[in-house]
Each structure stands twice: as C-alpha cells, then as structure tokens.
C-alpha cells in the first residue's frame, strides 16, 4: 500500500509537474533545429477542408472568413463536406459555389473523420488545412500555417487556438488558461521532436502523407500520430497561425465535450497501438505520448488508487495528514461546485472544482473505453 501511494502521486506529479518541467529544460538547451522557410513567397497549394453538420448558425460566417483570407485565391481551395445535414447548411454552402466553394454531401451521419476522408481523397491541394464550421482565422493564419512545410521533415503544423469565452464564467476563463498552458507545452514539445497531436480548428497535413482512417478514431489527434508513425515526419507548432472561437461557458456543455474527447482519444489509442510503438514513433516520441496524453488522461485512475492505498495506511500520523489533506481538496471541490452552480464567488475558489470534474471527465471516459463504447459521431452545440 505504501508502494500504491506514493507511486500513484508520483505519477500525477510527473503529468502536471515533471513532464512540462523536463520539455522545457530540452527546449531551453535544444539547439535551435535548422530552419528551412519559404518565407512570404512559399505559397502551396493549400485546401481548406471544412467538415459541417447542421451549421447553419455558422457556416455563412465562415465562408466568408475563409473568402477574406491572405492566400492567394487561385491556390485556395474550399471544401465543406455535410455529413448528412438536414438544416440549412447545404443550401448556404451552394450560394457559394459560384465563388469557388465545393459542397460535398454524405448521405446519413458517418462522423467528422469519415468528412475529412472523403475531402482529403478529393482535395487537388499539396497541403490539407483541416478546420471547423464555427473556427475563424486570422488573414494571415494560412500562410503562417503552410510555411513549416517548406522543411521536408515535417509532416504536420498545428496552429494556435486564440478562443474566447461566450460568457465571463469561472469555467470558460480556467479553459482559457489551460488552453494557453498547453499550447506553451506544445512549443516546448515541438522544439524538442514533435507535438503529440493536433485539435480541431486548425491543423494541417501533406496530402501525400494523409493517412485514411477508420471513423472510429478521432481525427486531430491521431493524423499526425499515424504521420509519424508510418513516415516519420514531426508535427510542429505554429503559434502565429491563429484561430478564434468561442468556448462553453457551462460546466455542463463542458464536461460532456471533454468526456466525448477524450473517450475518442482512448478509444484510437486503443485501436491503433502502433503510435505507442518505440519501434514505429522512436522511443523520444513514444515516451512523448504516454506522458503527455496517456498518464494525464489516467490521473484520475491514479488519485482513486492514492486514495484507497491512504485508507489502508492510517497507522501512522503522516498517513492520517495526507487522507485529512485529499479530504480537504475534495470538500473544496464541492465547495467550488456549490459556487458554480449559483454563479457566485471569485474563480480561484472553484479551481477544485474545474480540476476535478475534469479529471472525472476523464474517469467516464476511462469507463467507455473498457465497456467498447464510442462516439462517432453528435449533435452540434455551439456558445
């Protein structure tokens, strides 16, 4: 028990201590990796692919973003793929048509990576930028996306996610800081190898190295996972190709995103082990992966066996200030939920709160995994 205990803490330390701390001591003494950059002048051939249902709230704004960007329309070109709308987004996509905007149907919901497969085998450009209906970019977002690949050892680019919150909410600023930590991280990770996959709204790929997945999986996340595992080519981070929405201001709306997220996340982890594989990914990036993804999505697994292993240790007075420690952090995350649910109190006292029902998230989305649940595809609810 006292081998449970102390392994288990030290394992949540690593996720939310160790981990970051160690990418960015590398990235600190990491010689800078020789650059390779087009400049203003590599223009590729880019697509846009867009994959929509039932966005009739968002897609016209959309459109006109993507028409407003800073790349060359001739070497632009818009896809939105309806998997299977029954609003008004067909419609709204089909006036564009005569502006250079291709509609692509699916007929019945087949999920958001069976759209993106089926763009990507109609795509004519070198470089797939993959977004969301409701995800608007900077002007220059694209052509700060594209010019990594100018390096033929990269595979992948993720932009930043400059989001704002629908309403001013404990829940929608404590994402907004974890979002900018993460995206820190990601700068770390990919000065030292590689990031450790991409998220929605704006990331991109080489056509010639897209990687067709089954609809199980989850996209974002696993495309640059299966880039490098079976071509070896990194993802790298761009944090000044920027992309702005809006996030859930609601613990609710909040909680079920994260659950579907990461319950698509384990599930494709589960179904394509080789991206865990040292000898596929190398033993850096594998290593990259568990740390980054695996074991913080585990962390609840990890506090619950703190917990129980606590219970069996209360012989000792140390053992007893622990259990009356973790006892206090979840009375202040009832406290902090207490809060929230009336809207009331400064943000930093439910902190507790927003740490535990996202590890708890995590937790259900543990359990959907072991029982063979998945989520291909859901309905959109948008701020």
Same mark, same amino acid.
């Given at each position: 028990?006292?081998?449970? @205990?102390?392994?288990?803490?030290?394992?949540?330390?690593? +996720?939310?201590?160790?981990?970051?701390?160690?990418?960015?001591?590398?990235?600190? /003494?990491?010689?800078? &990796?020789?650059?390779?950059? =087009?400049?203003?002048?590599?223009?590729?051939?880019?697509?846009?692919?867009?994959?929509?249902? !039932?966005?009739?709230?968002?897609?016209?704004?959309?459109?006109?973003?993507?028409?407003?960007?800073?790349?060359?329309?001739?070497?632009?070109?818009?896809?939105?793929?309806?998997? =299977?709308?029954? #609003?008004?987004? #067909?419609?709204?996509?089909?006036?564009?048509?005569?502006?250079?905007?291709?509609?692509?149907?699916?007929?019945?919901?087949?999920?958001?990576?069976?759209?993106?497969?089926?763009?990507?085998?109609?795509?004519?450009?070198?470089?797939?930028?993959?977004? $969301?209906?409701?995800?608007?970019?900077?002007?220059?977002?694209?052509?700060?996306?594209?010019?990594?690949?100018?390096?033929? #050892?990269?595979?992948?680019?993720?932009?930043?996610?400059? $989001?704002?919150?629908?309403?001013?909410?404990?829940?929608?600023?404590?994402?907004?800081?974890?979002?900018?930590?993460?995206?820190?991280?990601?700068?770390?990770?990919?000065?030292?190898?590689? /990031?450790?996959?991409?998220?929605?709204?704006?990331?991109?790929?080489? &056509?010639?190295?897209?990687?067709?997945?089954?609809?199980?999986?989850?996209?974002?996340?696993?495309?640059?996972?299966?880039?490098?595992?079976?071509?070896?080519?990194?993802?790298?981070?761009?944090?000044?190709?920027?992309?702005?929405?809006? +996030? @859930?201001? $609601?613990?609710?709306?909040?909680? &079920? &995103?994260?659950?579907?997220?990461?319950?698509? /996340?384990?599930?494709?982890?589960?179904?394509?082990?080789?991206?865990?594989?040292?000898?596929?990914?190398?033993?850096?990036?594998?290593?990259?992966?568990?740390?980054?993804?695996?074991?913080?999505?585990?962390?609840?697994?990890?506090?619950?066996?703190?917990?129980?292993? !606590?219970?069996?240790?209360? $012989?000792?007075?140390?053992?007893?200030?622990?259990?009356?420690?973790?006892?206090? @952090?979840?009375?202040?995350? =009832?406290? =902090?939920?207490?809060?929230?649910?009336?809207?009331?109190?400064?943000?930093?006292?439910?902190?507790?709160?927003?740490?535990?029902?996202?590890?708890?998230?995590?937790?259900?989305?543990?359990? !959907? /995994?072991?029982?063979?649940?998945?989520?291909?595809?859901?309905?959109?609810?948008?701020?």
């Amino acid at each position: 028990m006292t081998f449970l @205990f102390w392994s288990s803490l030290a394992l949540i330390a690593f +996720v939310y201590a160790g981990y970051p701390a160690i990418m960015r001591f590398l990235a600190a /003494c990491r010689r800078p &990796r020789p650059t390779v950059d =087009g400049g203003e002048s590599y223009l590729p051939p880019a697509t846009l692919v867009i994959a929509a249902f !039932n966005e009739e709230r968002a897609i016209h704004g959309k459109l006109i973003n993507s028409l407003s960007l800073d790349y060359p329309r001739d070497l632009l070109e818009i896809v939105v793929v309806s998997d =299977g709308s029954t #609003d008004r987004t #067909d419609a709204i996509v089909a006036s564009f048509q005569s502006r250079g905007v291709r509609l692509i149907r699916l007929e019945g919901r087949q999920g958001k990576t069976a759209a993106q497969n089926a763009a990507a085998a109609a795509a004519g450009g070198e470089i797939l930028v993959f977004s $969301d209906a409701n995800a608007f970019y900077n002007p220059d977002a694209i052509r700060r996306l594209v010019r990594p690949f100018a390096n033929p #050892d990269v595979g992948c680019v993720e932009g930043r996610r400059a $989001d704002a919150a629908e309403a001013d909410s404990a829940t929608a600023r404590h994402e907004l800081r974890f979002r900018d930590w993460e995206s820190r991280l990601k700068e770390w990770e990919s000065r030292v190898l590689s /990031c450790t996959g991409a998220t929605g709204p704006i990331y991109a790929v080489r &056509r010639s190295l897209y990687v067709p997945l089954n609809p199980d999986l989850i996209s974002d996340f696993m495309q640059p996972l299966l880039v490098m595992a079976r071509h070896r080519k990194r993802q790298v981070y761009e944090p000044r190709a920027l992309s702005r929405e809006l +996030v @859930f201001s $609601d613990m609710r709306d909040e909680f &079920r &995103r994260k659950v579907r997220i990461m319950t698509r /996340c384990l599930n494709s982890l589960k179904k394509t082990p080789e991206v865990l594989a040292p000898r596929r990914v190398g033993v850096a990036f594998a290593a990259q992966v568990i740390s980054h993804r695996l074991l913080r999505w585990l962390t609840p697994v990890f506090a619950l066996t703190a917990f129980t292993a !606590n219970l069996f240790l209360l $012989d000792g007075p140390f053992y007893r200030i622990t259990l009356l420690m973790q006892a206090a @952090f979840l009375l202040a995350a =009832g406290i =902090g939920w207490w809060l929230d649910r009336r809207n009331t109190g400064p943000a930093c006292l439910r902190l507790p709160y927003t740490f535990s029902a996202a590890n708890a998230a995590a937790l259900v989305a543990i359990g !959907n /995994c072991l029982m063979g649940r998945h989520i291909v595809s859901w309905s959109t609810r948008r701020p």
